[in-house]
């Protein structure tokens, strides 16, 4: 991920001559020059080729609403430590944090024997939590690949004792299990590959390649992206089944010309969906990638996503234990659907590959919660209200007749009336979501409704109303 301080429609590969000829075409119709010239930036060659199937591809997407990100590689093995020091900062960052040495860190990987890895139970847990599709770090800006790429040995297959590649064992079970599966990639920074980027810490993530520490660093940044980065996202993208999501990060020194070079291999997974991370002007993908942070009024006329730790850190770290509490991360789900976004949960698994304790835990009882009360998230858009309710939130359902509107209550009103903003339309129905009971309704003098409900909350977290509104629904 990004610095703290900066702020996934399944696909069929498609192979042989003819798809192959095809690649070949877009590529040399999107060649640098081309750009160059500023006829073809890349917004313009990502709405050419990819704007017209946006809406189709981002049916599920909507649908899902809430995904598990996974933060996964070798430093995974220091866990947020260097010669006795805990870090301060990101555990995906000590590498660059501390500028290790590019031989230095990649001992690191002989150590990385994750013998306790289980898809199965990985893809369960998120599943298991009411998450629709996963992310998982394929390459992050160490330069490590999770997956068996050819391009070199740097690589959890190639480099270490576990001889595993869990992106093809995650990508099968997400497809056993029905979630869709998406991989991060590191498309510019690369501390370990010669020419990779690599940004200084707090600084303007748009800057250039520069700031190597370390000699074996040293080259241009085209030939990485040539002979590293493109060659490794065609393999994801070739040789992994339906990817469903392609999570780009940190578009440090990615110029239109590099940008070019990534944007014709998107067509070998035509349901991709992509972020907007890939050049450093934000102006291809589709979603846009708040970070640690929810926008107060959502994005409006943009599918977003809030990516989000569970505690400080993406990569795991052996001592952070600050943790967010179950509430905090049910609530934000909550927000964040109210506001018509998707909320990216982070887990950060250790070098033995388990899932944190905490981490679990918290998934599991948000869980319980979806079980019952996932309808009010799922397929859901924002709020019809202008302003939030001081006792929650709203999420909404258009139907033939109008529309449905579920109440998230935060604060249970104490005097059993629940007053809900003024609406379009004729409330024909309100009942709580767990257990069906109808509640009895007034309208006061301002012509809002109010509710009957029981003295005691539901649930502690957020207890749920459902509305049936016949017409337009609007708030007034």
Same mark, same amino acid.
Request: charge should be neutral.
């Given at each position: 991920?990004? #610095?703290?301080?900066?702020?996934?429609?399944?696909?069929?590969?498609?192979?042989? *001559?003819?798809?192959?000829?095809?690649?070949?075409?877009?590529?040399?119709?999107?060649?640098?020059?081309?750009?160059?010239?500023?006829?073809?930036?890349?917004?313009?060659?990502?709405?050419?080729? %990819?704007?017209?199937?946006?809406?189709?591809?981002?049916?599920?997407?909507?649908?899902?609403?809430?995904?598990?990100?996974?933060?996964?590689?070798?430093?995974?093995?220091?866990?947020? =430590? %260097?010669?006795?020091?805990?870090?301060?900062?990101?555990?995906?960052?000590?590498?660059?944090?501390?500028?290790?040495?590019?031989?230095?860190?990649?001992? %690191?990987?002989?150590?990385?024997?994750?013998?306790?890895?289980?898809?199965?139970?990985?893809?369960?847990?998120?599943?298991?939590?009411?998450?629709?599709?996963? =992310?998982?770090?394929?390459?992050?800006?160490?330069?490590?690949?999770?997956?068996?790429?050819?391009?070199?040995? %740097?690589?959890?297959?190639?480099?270490?004792?576990?001889?595993?590649?869990?992106?093809?064992?995650?990508?099968?079970?997400?497809?056993? /299990?029905?979630?869709?599966?998406?991989?991060?990639?590191?498309?510019?920074?690369?501390?370990?590959?010669?020419?990779?980027?690599?940004?200084?810490? #707090?600084?303007?993530?748009? *800057?250039?390649?520069? #700031?190597?520490?370390?000699?074996?660093?040293?080259?241009?940044?085209?030939?990485? *992206?040539?002979?590293?980065?493109?060659?490794?996202?065609?393999?994801?993208?070739?040789?992994?089944?339906?990817?469903?999501?392609?999570?780009?990060?940190?578009?440090?020194?990615?110029?239109?010309?590099? =940008?070019?070079?990534?944007?014709?291999?998107?067509?070998? /997974?035509?349901?991709?969906?992509?972020?907007n991370r890939l050049d450093s002007k934000k102006t291809t993908g589709d979603n846009e990638t708040p970070e640690q942070k929810i926008p107060p009024t959502g994005i409006p006329g943009k599918d977003w996503e809030t990516c989000m730790t569970m505690n400080t850190t993406w990569g795991y770290k052996s001592f952070d234990h600050n943790w967010k509490s179950t509430e905090t991360l049910l609530r934000n789900l909550i927000d964040i659907a109210s506001k018509g976004g998707n909320y990216l949960v982070n887990v950060g698994p250790t070098s033995e590959g388990v899932i944190p304790a905490p981490s679990v835990e918290r998934l599991r009882e948000i869980g319980a919660w979806m079980k019952v009360t996932g309808e009010a998230i799922y397929g859901t858009t924002a709020t019809p209200f202008k302003e939030q309710p001081a006792w929650g939130r709203c999420t909404k359902k258009v139907t033939k007749s109008g529309m449905t509107l579920y109440l998230h209550v935060f604060n249970w009103p104490t005097d059993g009336k629940l007053v809900v903003p003024a609406l379009e339309g004729k409330v024909t129905s309100a009942k709580l979501l767990a257990s069906g009971k109808k509640l009895g309704m007034t309208v006061d003098a301002n012509g809002g409704l109010v509710l009957s409900v029981p003295v005691t909350a539901p649930d502690k977290i957020s207890s749920t109303i459902k509305l049936e509104v016949k017409g337009a629904g609007q708030s007034q």
């Open positions: 991920m990004k #610095n703290l301080s900066t702020v996934v429609i399944a696909g069929a590969v498609l192979a042989g *001559i003819a798809h192959s000829s095809l690649l070949a075409a877009d590529m040399a119709t999107n060649a640098s020059p081309a750009v160059a010239s500023g006829a073809n930036d890349p917004g313009t060659l990502w709405k050419r080729d %990819y704007g017209a199937s946006h809406e189709k591809r981002m049916e599920w997407w909507r649908e899902a609403r809430f995904g598990m990100f996974i933060h996964w590689g070798v430093y995974s093995v220091p866990a947020g =430590v %260097y010669k006795g020091q805990e870090s301060k900062h990101i555990g995906e960052w000590l590498m660059r944090d501390y500028n290790i040495p590019v031989s230095e860190y990649a001992d %690191y990987a002989k150590q990385f024997d994750p013998e306790k890895f289980d898809a199965k139970a990985w893809v369960k847990l998120a599943k298991d939590a009411g998450m629709k599709y996963i =992310v998982i770090t394929a390459k992050h800006h160490d330069g490590f690949a999770m997956f068996h790429t050819k391009t070199d040995g %740097y690589n959890i297959y190639d480099a270490t004792p576990w001889k595993h590649d869990p992106i093809k064992e995650l990508a099968n079970e997400a497809r056993k /299990q029905g979630l869709k599966f998406g991989v991060y990639y590191s498309q510019a920074q690369d501390w370990h590959h010669a020419g990779g980027a690599a940004a200084k810490r #707090n600084a303007d993530m748009n *800057i250039d390649a520069g #700031n190597h520490w370390d000699p074996t660093q040293e080259g241009t940044m085209d030939d990485y *992206i040539d002979k590293v980065a493109v060659p490794q996202v065609k393999e994801l993208l070739s040789n992994y089944g339906p990817i469903s999501v392609l999570w780009w990060d940190t578009p440090v020194g990615m110029t239109p010309e590099r =940008v070019a070079k990534f944007l014709p291999l998107l067509k070998l /997974q035509p349901a991709l969906i992509t972020n």
